[in-house]
Structure formats: C-alpha cells, structure tokens
Nanobody, 122 residues
C-alpha cells in the first residue's frame, strides 16, 4: 500500500484545514487508518484513528472536539478535518495504515505516508 498525504499549509490560529491521505496499491478497505504528527524537536505522536469499517474513531485528548477523521472507501481516501487550529498543532502530519493492534501505537502501523506540513501562525 502506498499512502500519499496532502492538504497541509500555513494558516492562522482559529482557521481550518482538511488533510487527505490517498491509498493506492492493495485496497485500503481492510486497513485501519490513522494520523500522527511530529512537531519540531518532539517525538511523533498519535492524533486520530479510524477503523477499517469507518465506524470506530479515536482521538488524542489535545484534538478531541476540534479534529474529525473520516474515510471514503470508494476513493480509498482518509481525511482529517482540523478546525480551530492552534499554534501547538504545528507539525508534520503523517497518515498510516495498520491491520491489527493498538490504534495509538505506531509499531502496529505497517504503511506510512510521506507527511504534510501544517503551520499555524499569526
């Protein structure tokens, strides 16, 4: 599976962005998907995950209520809608795919996209 993340950019605090992660190769339908992020000088951290069915989702506390993960299986694409962005959301955002395991643990994710930069600054 190849994952291509896009949609990052430079925005002001309070703005919104929608990230996309397009999957190619083996179908993404059987994979649970997630977004992680890595801020400068920090370790990569979990942001949000969605089950292969799209029914179950999970969010980091820091983004709960502001970010929404969704998937369109017909387009084999996963989205991260980010609202009310804060400067602390600035990071490179990565999408990833897994077949099993703890949705928050990076070790269970087999496939990773290349990352897209999100910068929130006034």
């Amino acid at each position: 599976v190849q994952l291509q993340a896009s949609g990052g950019g430079v925005v002001q605090p309070g703005d919104s962005l929608r990230l996309s992660c397009a999957a190619s190769g083996r179908t993404s339908v059987s994979y649970g998907m997630a977004w992680f992020r890595q801020a400068p000088g920090k370790e990569r951290e979990f942001v949000a995950a969605i089950s292969n069915s799209g029914i179950n989702t999970d969010y980091a506390e820091s983004v709960k209520g502001r970010f929404t993960i969704s998937r369109d299986s017909t387009k084999e694409t996963v989205y991260l809608q980010m609202n009310s962005l804060k400067p602390e959301d600035t990071a490179v955002y990565y999408c990833a795919a897994r077949t099993y395991g703890d949705v928050r643990r990076q070790a269970f994710y087999t496939y990773w996209g290349q990352g897209t930069q999100v910068t929130v600054s006034s």
